[in-house]
């Protein structure tokens, strides 16, 4: 199986930085795109920020451009999340996604941490 923990979840006020991380462990062969996702309460899980291991190339949704930085080590099978000038609206539950092949040669398959909670308030 595949595990995704992440970290650094908190309280912060307004203005303020956390950085997230996830570490993917289990049987894997490799991983293609990781990714965060967040959900708030009432709300649908989006997108934050995704990265593809081999070409590096990165996606942010349009809220979190120019304040959020989404890296990985691919060494580690490790993606971060860094966030700026974090507003009340990042308010979520923060969610990590792989996507990982197993074994060589089969198809990729998605897998979710458990998510770790950002709050936002002064």
């Known amino acids: 199986q595949v595990q995704l923990v992440e970290s650094g979840g908190g309280l912060v006020q307004p203005g303020g930085s956390l950085r997230l991380s996830c570490a993917a462990s289990?049987?894997?062969?490799?991983?293609?795109?990781m990714g965060w996702y967040r959900q708030a309460p009432g709300k649908q899980r989006d997108l934050v920020a995704i990265?593809?291991?081999?070409?590096?190339?990165?996606n942010y949704a349009d809220p979190v451009k120019g304040r959020f930085t989404i890296s990985r080590d691919n060494a580690k099978n490790t993606v971060y999340l860094q966030m700026n000038s974090l507003k009340p609206e990042d308010t979520a539950v923060y969610y990590c996604?792989?996507?990982?092949?197993?074994?060589?040669?089969?198809?990729?398959?998605?897998?979710w941490g458990q998510g770790t909670q950002v709050t936002v308030s002064s």
């Open positions: 996604k792989a996507t990982v092949v197993r074994i060589r040669n089969t198809l990729p398959s998605e897998y």
């Open positions: 289990g049987s894997i062969f490799s991983i293609n795109d």
């Open positions: 990265i593809s291991s081999s070409s590096g190339i990165t």
